[in-house]
């Protein structure tokens, strides 16, 4: 008789506010055998799991799989498909498993990673992905302010690498979405100012989270000591109408300011 398999879910938990995590993520929680979640070879540190403690069962075992913070793309590897093989063990006992991500499951997402190795190595299990809310959409609530209206296209890319993805671009978008703007602020407000289309941008870092800031002087925030969980948010000077609700949020409570200097010095 063939053992039964277990069922491996992809759970993205929010952007670091518990109360942002869904009821279908939390149904889950309950009921999976083990956890998983990604951490840094330097510490056990996981903010996904810190999110969703409360639901995670006493009996459920929580493992921190840990994953190199390099550029190595030969290293990076090794560690996806091991750590996947570590889960893929625990599914051919037949438990079911949980891999916890910060955001949403399929938003630059190391369970994305997981997932390839998974479908390539062991197809014939079954794997559930849960969608979580993204940081740029609790960054959008908090400012009070529209991500995209009427016809308006919205562009999410990553800014680990800087601005070029920005400055290659013929027609711009009227949003822009900067994930993972940490080291490379500078470069993405430079790439902005080039394009002269976004007088209006803010910078939001750790959004949800206790220590959750709001920068509307991206110069202020290029000066500042880089910080992991950092996004950016940008507008285009032909907003028709948003820009004017926008207004309306003082900068103190942290509302994107629509003036051509705002964020210069």
Known sequence: MTQKTGILYGIGVGPGD?????LKAVKILRQVDIVFAAASTKNDHSLAVNIAREHIPDRAPVVRLKFPMTRDKSETRKAWKAHSQTIIAELEKGRNVAF???????????????LKYVQTIAPHLEVRTVPGITSYQAAAARLNTPLVEGEESLMVVSGAQGGHRLRELHAKPENVVFLKAYRNVTDIKAAIDETGNYPCCVGVKSCGHPDEEIINDIEELGRRKPDYWTLILTKHANNNGTMKDASTTTRKEGGLDPRPEAGKT
Do not use: K
């Open 100 to 114: 916890l991500t910060l955001g949403d499951s399929m938003t630059y997402s190391t369970f994305g990673y997981i």
């Open 18 to 22: 518990p109360d942002l995590i869904t």
